[in-house]
């Protein structure tokens, strides 16, 4: 197995471990330094797609089948898979999911539900800015179209602030590193609930693994994830469509095979409940959310890397309440510290803890900043008793920032 790891990441050791228990004999490329055990590590980088295809092809038999571990090395991902002969992506389909604008066009195509949207030239004037946000009718949300994880998406409730929010995005645009100026998303705002749907693609079918429900979903002006539930509990007849509605999204890319993550809200304007998509990413679920989630004693990374090699997979993991709480940075500062660890892991029902940020950081919060301070999980016998060990085990940390 070919696992390529990108140097910021928080899925290495997940997909590690698994592979540890699967048995493979791992093969890892990435562009940083990971602690491996003195397992060599082939050299790469992800801006630079046929070299470091080219040194993986030279030193690096044959493999079983090739994993990206995160989003940046997706499309590296599938262009080696493609030298190699093996089931993948095609190049531009993972291009196509990892920029917002594609998306866009390629779903209204398609005839995908989604938001209306206008799309706006990175040197747009006001005036473009104001027209837009007044074509698709306020409030409305803004968005750079390469970042993920809600940085750099805004909502604004009048054209002015339209403006103002792009303004905002192109700061944080810059202090990413983008270096080419890239358009901006202007689209329609969707109230109502948010879910995810996760699940693999086999020769472009959909089986899902998880549906998770946010039953904190913000309206504004940030779009931080914060709680996630699964399985969920909207009506059979909107889940199911939920779930067509992602499959086709990703179809409509030219997404055929290995994982996907998807972003919907549950319009409930019209008539009848419609879900509409938000994003749609070529990869598992980020973060460490896959944790809350077990198939039978087996990972969803397990799961990922068995379906990359073609063995069959349960994708059922059954019926239990589970969740988890991402911990929002709440200012922006240096991290002094976490404080009430242990208090909030001891909370009835919360089944682990992780702080992922070390103290001596300087943090930033949503939409400027693109890390969460850690992640709680929790199970239960019901939705709201997950829910409510969450809450309660994040009332007893106590971040200290200066």
Not at 100 to 123: E, G, M, N, Y
Not at 140 to 152: D, E
Not at 168 to 196: N, W
Request: proline share 9%; aromatic share 2%.
């Amino acid at each position: 197995m070919l696992l390529l790891v990108p140097a910021r990441t928080y899925r290495a050791a997940d997909f590690l471990a698994a592979a540890g228990r699967m048995g493979l004999e791992l093969v890892v490329a990435s562009e940083g330094a990971l602690p491996l055990g003195g397992r060599p590590v082939v050299p790469v980088r992800p801006d630079d797609i046929a070299g470091s295809a080219d040194r993986i092809m030279a030193r690096t038999g044959p493999v079983g089948a090739v994993v990206a571990a995160d989003t940046p090395m997706l499309t590296l991902a599938a262009e080696v898979a493609a030298r190699m002969g093996l089931p993948h992506n095609p190049v531009a389909a993972v291009a196509a999911a990892a920029d917002k604008a594609a998306q866009r066009r390629l779903w209204a195509a398609a005839r995908i539900a989604q938001p209306a949207f206008r799309l706006v030239p990175s040197d747009a004037a006001s005036e473009v800015l104001e027209r837009a946000a007044a074509e698709v009718g306020c409030p409305c949300v803004v968005k750079a179209v390469s970042l993920s994880a809600s940085q750099g998406v805004l909502r604004a409730d009048d054209p002015a602030a339209a403006v103002a929010a792009a303004r905002r995005i192109r700061l944080v645009l810059a202090a990413a590193g983008r270096p080419v100026p890239e358009p901006l998303v202007i689209e329609e705002y969707v109230p109502g609930p948010e879910l995810s749907v996760d699940g693999l693609l086999t020769a472009g079918a959909l089986t899902v693994t998880a549906v998770f429900d946010k039953p904190w979903t913000l309206g504004g002006p940030t779009f931080e994830e914060t709680l996630l539930i699964t399985p969920s509990r909207l009506p059979g007849p909107v889940l199911a469509e939920a779930v067509s509605t992602a499959g086709r999204a990703a179809r409509a890319l030219g997404l055929t095979h290995g994982p996907i993550h998807a972003e919907l809200r549950v319009d409930e304007r019209v008539g009848r409940p419609r879900p509409v998509m938000l994003e749609l990413a070529a990869r598992s679920i980020g973060g460490l959310c896959s944790r809350a989630l077990r198939f039978g004693g087996a990972s969803l990374e397990e799961l990922v890397l068995a379906h990359a090699l073609g063995r069959p997979v349960s994708c059922d993991h059954g019926t239990q309440p589970s969740g988890v709480l991402m911990v929002p940075v709440p200012r922006p500062g240096l991290l002094l510290a976490v404080e009430g660890r242990a208090e909030a892991a001891a909370t009835p029902g919360v089944t682990g803890l992780t702080i992922t940020i070390p103290a001596g950081q300087e943090v930033r919060p949503l939409p400027e900043g693109d890390r969460y301070l850690g992640f709680i999980f929790a199970e239960g016998d019901s939705h709201d008793s997950v829910e409510e060990a969450l809450r309660a085990a994040l009332a007893r940390l106590r971040v200290v920032i200066r």
